[in-house]
Structure formats: C-alpha cells, structure tokens
C-alpha cells in the first residue's frame, strides 16, 4: 500500500493530518509581515544593489556604473571600508553570494535583455580583510536564450539573484513580461564561456531582486517586488522549504508581504544570520518623495517552525536518475536489492512505459512516487 501523499504543513489551509509524504501542494493563507528598521543607510550606498552576511559584517556594492567597488557594513548599518575588486568592470552589477570558500558577484543585469557580457566575478573569501581584491572573471550566456533585441523593462533575460553552494551556483532570471523566475545552474568554477542551464521556473508575481539559502535548514528566500501600478512597489518574500535536492519550487513554497516603498524604498538585497532571520536592504527611492536607502532585518520563525513536515529523503545509493534530454526520457535505476518496486503518478496510476530488471524508462516530468518493496518516496522526474 502506497504512503499518503499531501500537505503535510499544519499551517497551510489544505493541511492533511494523514498525509506522510510532502508533495509541495500546501497552500497558504495571505501573510504580511512588518520589517525592523535597522538604519537608513548612507547615501553612498543610495544604489546598493545584493547584500550577504560573512561572519560579523555585510558586503554590499552599487549597480550599474558605480565603480568595481564593494563596502564593508557593520550588522548595524555603518559603512566601515571600501574594498576596491581588481581586475573587474561594474557593468550593471546586481548579486552577490558566497558559499564556504568564495565570494561571487554577478554582472547579470540585464534590462535591455540584449547582453552578450554577462559573467561571474570570483575571489577568494579570506580575502576580504584586504582593501583591494583580485577577482577572476567567468563569462556566461543563457542556454535558452536565442533572441537578443533590445526591449528595455519588457524581456524575461534579465537577472539580479544568485546563490552558491559548494559546486554550483544558482541563479533565478527577474521576469519583466511574465513575472516569473526561472532557475538556472552554472558550476562553481569554469574556463572560457560556458551556458547557464535552464532547470525549472516559477510564477513568483513579481520581479526577483535578490536571493539566499540556509543550506543546513534546505531553505530557500527570493526577494522581489510588485508595481501595482504608477510606481507604486509592494515588496515580499518567497520561502522555500521541504523540498527534494536542489528543487527548490517542489516543496512549500510561501509569500509573505513585508511592505511598500513608501516605509521600505526598493528591495534590493537579502542576506541571513541564521535559519529564519536575516536582513533585508534596499536602494534610495527618489521620486514625487525621497525615501532613504535602508538596511532592515526580518524574523520568520513563526512561520516556518512549526511545520510538521517530515519527508522522506532517499539516501544518494538508492537509485539513480539519468535524464536523455535530446531522446525525451529519463531512465530510473534502482541501487538495492530488492524484490519488488514501481513508480506512479501523483494520483496513484502506476508508470510502466518500460521495466526491465531494475529499471523504469519514462517521459513523464515532475513528481511522482517510487515504491521499493514496501517503503514509499517522493521525487522529481526532471
């Protein structure tokens, strides 16, 4: 008998109190939240654009033009050093991450959605206590992209959120016409130019500015906004948890509205200090009225600690997922003795395209639930 697939979130208003498998289809109630100021930044950050936490202090830059520069920011707002990024050019900076070993800023603006420049500039994390940092450059190009026409503010190519784990980056495209995000992978090092792979997407309603994981929580943030019309910007926050690998748009995925520009200017950057809290920056708005750049902090622990969900996560031996992207299959292998095992759709309806020994072959994507004698588990058909 097959486990009970559902929401498994106590919180979500289609929560399924006999459901034992997440299967990322909890739906939540609007939620608003109010961020703390922490402090109207400087003016020399009126532009500041990505914004990441290492150890005691925040990295944050300017965009588009603004010199190869990045400041230093104590957790209370204060500028303390300029770090000037040798052997790097400020194109339209828009992101900037870290994982253990490296700090990546990423040229990936991309308004207009014509860039052939776009790239990636690396240096070393322990370097960022001298004043002046050798970066290397790793130029990109989108897998999908086969268009490039000016359309200034009405192309989905443009991009201003990254992360890095250990072995790859992330990054997730700000969708100007269909206000979704799509996710894309890069390693986290290469040679010449290479194509950031399309992964998935999702219908986020809005513009992505900024991105961050709490990978020992497998938790995801995207930061965007909403122009709910003449300029009139409401910002919010994507969480992302209880998901499978690195999909990250399989599991819960909740919005939580934090404001509008009139307390908040332009969201712009997002950056943790621990599982569910963090910091939010934005740039200067200067408009009918002026609203300073400002640094605030977040704490979504309400939200996200109390969820009961606990799915199971197949260990890397169980079985094997290989994708043929140009025959249109994927073949799953299974790793284990067993005697007996299938795969079924979502509703139950078992796969059986092909079967030979300890394999299924199908051209089904998305997720389905793969049965090994009597244990049950969730996963995603890329």
């Not at 909890?26 to 930044?41: A, E, F, H």
Request: glycine share 6%; hydrophobic share 35%.
């Amino acid at each position: 008998m097959l486990s009970q697939w559902g929401c498994t979130d106590p919180q979500a208003t289609n929560y399924d109190a006999s459901a034992t498998i997440n299967d990322g289809s909890c739906i939540y109630s609007p939620t608003n939240y109010t961020l703390s100021l922490v402090y109207n930044l400087n003016d020399v950050l009126q532009e500041n654009s990505g914004l990441i936490r290492v150890g005691n202090f925040l990295y944050t830059f300017n965009d588009s033009g603004s010199g190869a520069i990045i400041y230093e920011l104590d957790t209370l707002g204060i500028v303390l050093r300029t770090i000037t990024i040798s052997g790097a050019t400020n194109v339209d900076w828009e992101a900037i991450t870290s994982n253990s070993t490296h700090v990546f800023i990423g040229d990936v603006g991309n308004n207009n959605g014509n860039r052939h420049d776009l790239c990636l500039y690396r240096f070393l994390k322990t370097d960022l206590h001298l004043d002046t940092i050798q970066a290397e450059k790793l130029p990109f190009y989108w897998s999908d992209q086969t268009q490039f026409t000016s359309l200034p503010n009405a192309n989905n190519y443009d991009c201003e959120a990254l992360v890095a784990e250990t072995d790859s980056i992330t990054l997730y495209s700000k969708n100007w016409v269909d206000l979704k995000t799509r996710r894309y992978r890069l390693p986290s090092f290469w040679i010449d130019t290479i194509a950031a792979q399309l992964m998935d997407s999702f219908a986020v309603d809005g513009l992505i500015t900024d991105a961050c994981v709490d990978t020992i929580m497998n938790r995801s943030y995207l930061l965007g906004y909403k122009n709910n019309g003449s300029n009139f910007y409401t910002s919010f926050v994507w969480c992302l948890w209880d998901y499978q690998d690195q999909h990250v748009f399989s599991g819960n995925r909740r919005r939580i509205e934090v404001g509008n520009v009139l307390n908040l200017a332009q969201t712009e950057g997002i950056a943790l200090k621990s599982a569910n809290n963090g910091y939010i920056s934005s740039e200067k708005v200067t408009s009918v009225i002026t609203i300073p750049a400002k640094l605030l902090q977040f704490d979504f622990s309400s939200f996200l600690e109390s969820s009961a969900s606990l799915p199971y996560i197949p260990q890397p031996s169980t079985f094997q997922l290989i994708h043929h992207e140009q025959l249109g299959y994927t073949e799953l292998i299974i790793n284990q003795p067993f005697t007996d095992f299938g795969l079924y759709d979502m509703l139950g309806k078992a796969i059986t395209l092909a079967s030979p020994s300890n394999r299924i072959i199908t051209s089904m994507h998305g997720q389905a639930v793969l049965r090994i004698d009597d244990k049950t588990q969730l996963i995603l058909l890329p």
